[in-house]
C-alpha cells in the first residue's frame, strides 16, 4: 500500500506545480497541506507523500475534477495489484488510513464480483492484541515471542 500512497503523493505534486505553473498560486485545482509554499522539493517516502491523501480526497469530494482523476487513478493501480495479488479472487480486508479516502478509490475493488470485500473487524491495535494472544494465525511462524 505503501507505493500507492507515494504514487497519489508525487502525481498531487505534480497536479499542484503543474496548475499552479500554468495558472498561478492561487489556481483552483488540488490543494497542497500546508499550501504550494510547503511542497518538497522530491518526496520519494510513503510519510511525506501520505501528507497529501486527505488533502486530494476532500477535494475529489468537493467535485475538484483534478483531485477525482488522481483519485480514480490511485484506484485503478490498487485494483490491479489486487488482481494481481490475487488472480482468483477471494476474500481482501483494508486497513488504516487509505480507508478513510473515499469510495472513489475503493469503486474498482468493490465493483470486482471475484472479490469478497470484508470490512476491518478492529484496528491495528486490535490485529497486534490478537497476534499476542493466538497461537493459532497464519501469521505465527513470523511472530517471535520471548
Do not use: Q, Y
Not at 518538497?40 to 482523476?69: I, K, L, N, Q
Not at 483519485?71 to 478513510?100: H, M, Q, S
Amino acid at each position: 500500500m505503501s507505493a500507492l500512497v507515494i504514487d497519489l503523493g508525487k502525481t498531487t505534486c505534480r497536479g499542484v506545480c503543474e496548475s499552479t505553473r500554468r495558472e498561478g498560486a492561487g489556481a483552483p485545482g488540488v490543494a497542497a497541506p500546508g499550501g504550494v509554499d510547503e511542497l518538497p522539493a522530491t518526496v520519494t517516502d510513503a510519510r511525506g507523500c501520505g501528507r497529501f491523501a486527505p488533502s486530494v480526497a476532500r477535494a475529489a469530494a468537493d467535485g475538484d475534477e483534478v483531485a477525482a482523476d488522481i483519485v480514480r487513478r490511485a484506484g485503478a493501480a490498487l485494483a490491479d495489484t489486487v488482481r494481481a495479488a490475487l488472480p482468483r479472487g477471494g476474500p481482501l480486508v483494508v486497513v488504516g488510513g487509505l480507508l478513510n479516502l473515499g469510495d472513489l478509490l475503493w469503486k474498482p475493488l468493490r465493483d470486482n464480483p471475484t472479490i469478497e470485500w470484508h470490512e476491518p473487524l478492529g484496528d491495528a491495535m486490535d490485529g497486534a492484541r490478537l497476534l499476542l494472544d493466538s497461537t493459532s494465525t497464519v501469521h505465527e511462524p513470523a511472530v517471535r515471542r520471548a
